[in-house]
């Protein structure tokens, strides 16, 4: 009796499209593996950077705590025009010997400052993890909001960076905040400390973060429909500007837009930019460093 035949084998070989179709596949789901780790390191970084400037939010109370509700001083030198000192409590400072080497900031001015105990002696909760310049070339990352606990050589004197806010001669500046001066030396003194910024991410291209951050939160009297930055914020993530607030809290504000970075990236050597236009990044930061002092209508 004759076997019935056998079937033909089939057989098992990848053919040429889905050898294409698998590797496309494989290259795709790569991609996206990269693009999330990508992302994944950027919240990581951007975390970390908050946390930093959380420590010196929180440092700066218990500092504040220790000296009859003193704030630090945000400027970066005890000297500014001459001796002698006009600036106390600073909370770095560049002034002492050997506090900058060929215009560079060295770990002596962050030493020198009152905010280095409270923070551990740790030199890395100056420096935020996504600033892109060699820590040897750039030891601190963050500035101080300029209007808050910069009062020169005692409690009781103003706010040092005003930059003339109000301005006396504005139309809209009502007539009984013509020549005041606001103080915000002591915490006492912050109105609204949970929507009062106290540090920021900036780069300086000065060679390190000169003073304290600040912008012409008063319009200009010759530009009054454009927002001025005297110091602007790092453009290290993206759209977002990592700040810390009085009361410790944190955000990453998603407030830059691509032609703005543009123009920081291009006239930061200046320390004056202009944003035209609606201004929505300038009237963001000017509502939060003078809270419950500012009014709308004067931003």
Known sequence: MNAPPLPPRRSTAFTLVELLVVVGIIVLLIGLLFSSLGEFRRQAAQTACLSNQRQIALAAAAYASDNNGRLPCGRTAHLSYGSPPDFVNMWVDTAVAGGTIAGRETIKS??????????????????????PEDPTKRIRSYSLNSF??????????RCDDSW????SDHPQT???????????VT??????PSRTMYTISEEDRYGFNLDGFTITI???FNNPLFGEFIDTPATWNGSRV???????SVEAADILYPSLVRQFNADADSHWVIEGGGRPAFKYLSDRMLPGYIRQALQ
């Open 164 to 167: 003339d806010f109000p301005h």
């Open 218 to 220: 008063h319009p200009s």
């Open 148 to 157: 808050v606990g910069s009062g020169e050589r005692s409690y009781n004197n």
């Open 174 to 184: 009502p007539t009984e905040l013509k020549k005041r001066w606001y103080r915000m």
């Open 187 to 192: 915490i006492a003194q912050i109105p609204q």
């Open 242 to 248: 990592n700040m810390s607030y009085m009361d410790g």
């Open 110 to 131: 962050l030493e020198a400052g009152v905010m280095w105990s409270y923070l551990g002696q740790n030199a890395a909760a100056y420096k935020s993890p996504q600033d």
